[in-house]
Nanobody, 115 residues
Framework: QVLPVESGGDFVQTGGSLRLSCECF????????MAWYRQAPGKQREMVAS???????DYVDSVRGRFTISKDDEENMLYLQMSNLNPEDTGVYYCNRSPPLDALWGQGTQVTVSS
């Protein structure tokens, strides 16, 4: 089994933007509902954005209107476009099934937003 590979995290200032990517395997974005999760320092991991296999998206209130989840079924990729970032968005971002599978947690990608 090959784990998802997240990338695109960086250090940005408040108000900045980032685009996260997740390379998936086994065509899971075609057949599964997927999500981006965030683990902030000292906090539990939470889902911030989800997308069904037919493309219906949903967001946690704290990121709604600022983040956009999307996917490319042909390339088996999941994306998270993040804008107007603030320090509360700092954390390690992961992609996984929605709901998550323990066996599908990758290394994540670090996003740090400075005030």
């Amino acid at each position: 089994q090959v784990l998802p590979v997240e990338s695109g995290g960086d250090f940005v200032q408040t108000g900045g933007s980032l685009r996260l990517s997740c390379e998936c395997f086994g065509h899971i974005v075609n057949f599964l509902d997927m999500a981006w999760y965030r683990q902030a320092p000292g906090k539990q991991r939470e889902m911030v954005a989800s997308i069904t296999r037919i493309g219906i998206s949903d967001y946690v209130d704290s990121v709604r209107g600022r983040f956009t989840i999307s996917k490319d079924d042909e390339e088996n990729m999941l994306y998270l476009q993040m804008s107007n970032l603030n320090p509360e968005d700092t954390g390690v971002y992961y992609c996984n099934r929605s709901p998550p599978l323990d066996a599908l947690w990758g290394q994540g990608t670090q996003v740090t937003v400075s005030s």
